[in-house]
């Protein structure tokens, strides 16, 4: 919130930059309102209805995928900025960032969309539950693709852009000497190792307990380690807002 009130009081959302670090903090604020409801079902059943069981899964969502794509959109912006500085003075104008931000917001929306449709609540012995019910004859592959795809939009794509876009950026700053450029990189560098240090480990954990067969985890004492393993890391990715 602090975030948001320096970037439209403050800075007045002047340049690019400005545009995508507000959309970024919108997006964490977004997924910390769903973690108190998270919190409390992790203690006891779920006790807030099923509108809500579908909302939140999709808040939780849309907050994980706008969040990777905010910080594409700011590794982007700084190799414009740094990499092709003559064309970025065209292209990194408000009007732009505003546009991208939007479409960024869309495609987050669609993503999560299957959050929205396939979480749903049950009544189990111990009380009401908050789960995704896959359609049974296509639970496996449904739970196999989501997984991927989180994964991969989640993490690999957003690593490949990111490695190879400040690849570049070094490459440049190591020929020019420019303070102001050195201290903006390492703001969106520093976000950008903060989220994979706290999400990756959770999307390891996800991606070998829908394929368990592939990775030869199938005892029972293998799952229970990874049962705990997911808790574990899924809490420790929910610090990175």
Same mark, same amino acid.
């Given at each position: 919130?602090?975030? !948001? ?15 995508y /670090?507000?959309?970024?903090?919108i997006?964490?604020? /977004? ?6 409801? #998270? ?15 579908? $909302? ?7 907050? &994980? ?7 594409i959109? /700011? =590794? ?5 900025? $740094?990499?092709? %500085? ?6 990194r ?8 931000? !939007?479409?960024? #917001? ?19 012995s ?12 296509q ?6 693709? /989501?997984t991927?795809?989180?994964?991969i939009?989640?993490?690999? $794509?957003?690593?490949? +852009?990111? $490695?190879?876009?400040? =690849? ?12 102001k ?7 969106? &560098? ?8 706290f999400w990756a480990p959770?999307? +390891? ?12 985890i199938? =005892? ?8 705990? %393993?997911?808790?574990?890391?899924? =809490?420790i ?5």
């Amino acid at each position: 919130m602090l975030v !948001v009130l320096i970037l439209v009081k403050y800075k007045r959302l002047k340049s690019m930059t400005d545009i995508y /670090l507000l959309n970024l903090a919108i997006s964490d604020l /977004l997924f910390v309102f769903s973690l108190p409801f #998270w919190a409390y079902y992790a203690v006891h059943d779920w006790i807030f209805g099923e509108a809500l069981c579908r $909302i939140l899964s999709g808040v939780y969502l849309l907050g &994980f995928y706008s969040g990777i794509f905010f910080i594409i959109l /700011l =590794t982007l912006d700084r190799y414009l900025a $740094i990499v092709h %500085a003559v064309f970025a003075l065209k292209a990194r104008t408000v009007t732009y960032g505003v546009l991208a931000s !939007v479409v960024t #917001w869309a495609v987050a929306v669609l993503i999560s969309l299957p959050g929205v449709v396939f979480h749903k609540t049950q009544k189990e012995s111990s009380g009401y539950t908050c789960n995704a019910h896959y359609p049974s004859e296509q639970r496996n592959a449904w739970k196999k693709f /989501l997984t991927l795809k989180m994964n991969i939009l989640g993490l690999l $794509i957003p690593m490949l +852009i990111m $490695i190879c876009s400040y =690849t570049r950026i070094i490459k440049t700053l190591l020929q020019c000497r420019n303070e102001k450029k050195h201290k903006a990189v390492r703001l969106i &560098f520093i976000i950008m190792i903060t989220y994979f240090f706290f999400w990756a480990p959770y999307n +390891i954990c996800i991606l070998l307990r829908d394929f368990q067969g592939a990775f030869s985890i199938s =005892t029972c004492e293998g799952n229970g380690q990874l049962h705990k %393993a997911i808790q574990v890391t899924e =809490t420790i990715s929910m610090i990175h807002c």
